[in-house]
């Protein structure tokens, strides 16, 4: 009888759904699939900036992983890896319990750099299970007034701020945004600083750029605004784990094309902890959805005996940052488009992705029923405040 062995996934994040997906599947050729992830929910990052702003519920921003996992024969543990070890094959969890693997793929994403910082008013953005407790603040009624400080200009501080800024929350004074470069979005052509800039402008929030802020004045900046977001940099969260692999500078897992690491071949990462070649690309949601379904292919290749297939990223990373359900804006390399049709198309990829790990097949919506959507949720948005 063929031996029996284990896939172990250290992590839900974006790009191990596809792999979790394919527990039943595995299992027919022997290999068992176990995910051991920090939390039950995976939140999608793409749609939180809108559900913070309220315009998505919050079901509509986060998968089931306990669900997921259920409904695909992949067995679940919610803890966190604590420790990986190469030699024996094995991971510690946060029980304390040990767990063996033949195959390990490391998928914990990042956290925010002052994310230790402990305060009732202070939201790093990553975790996002941390970030979301935001929205309960933004809607309670003991909390009105609210002068709200967004540390970090990149892509996530400007989203939040956008859907901030056109969002129905009585309680928001106002919304300040600090950048530590001299502009925001400093990653991106300077059409987009510039198009999100005034957006950000026609809704009052005022941008101060050239602050940069050292993880000892967060406290400092506590006495003066009543919700500091902190968007101004991440860490992998593999820097919390003991593991001995080889990472890059940053402290990401160097791994091959192939998602192999450079120290063990049964040993994969991938996502914003991983990275993956020499490549300079931009640790994002969409690069880590591409490794997670190279990840499933490089599995069944491993499974079949055939060769293993590699990475090739995306030649530009493309992003679209949400404004509410009124407005987004597109950027793929020197591209810069905005206006109601780059939200449009948001959601439609947005919810065509999400419902693959959400819905049963027969549930989800087509494209045609997507635009319609899309337009028709669009055409309720109301115009930014003057
Ligand atoms: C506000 C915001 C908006 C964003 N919008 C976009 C966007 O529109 N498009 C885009 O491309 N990118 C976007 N990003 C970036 C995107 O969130 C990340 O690139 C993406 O989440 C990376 O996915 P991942 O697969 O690496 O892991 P993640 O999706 O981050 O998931 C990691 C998982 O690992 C779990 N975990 C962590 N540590 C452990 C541990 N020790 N043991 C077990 N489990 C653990 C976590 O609970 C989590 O479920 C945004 C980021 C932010 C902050």
Redesign the pocket.
Known sequence: MQERKRLLI???????LPAIKMGKHWQKHGLEVLL????PY?YY??A??QYLGGFFDEDEARID?KKLCHDYGTSFIC????EVDGEAQTVV??TGKQLHWDYLFI?????SRNSDYDHAHYFP?????R?VQLFGKLESAATAGLKILILGGG??GC??ALNLSVSNHKNIRSVTLFEADDRILSSFPERLSAVVRRALAENRVSISCKRKIAGDEISQLMSDYDIVID?SGNMP??E??KHGLTTDESGRIRVHQTLQSADYPNIFA?????LVGESGYM???????K??ALFRDVMDAILRGSALPAYKPWPA?P???SQGQSRGFFVSGKLVFSGRWCIILKYMLDMNWLEKYTLPRSERRSWFRLIYDGFTRTKKAKPPQS
């Open positions: 250290c992590g839900g994040g974006h790009a191990s051991v992830s920090a939390h995976l990052s793409g939180v900036p992983l803890a966190s890896v604590k969890i946060s998928n914990t994403g990042v956290r953005v990553k975790p996002m299970q970030l892509a996530a989203e939040i968007a969260e593999t919390r784990i991938a996502g914003d902890c991983a640790p994002v949601g969409v690069h880590a959805v490794q997670g990373t992003l679209i940052l």
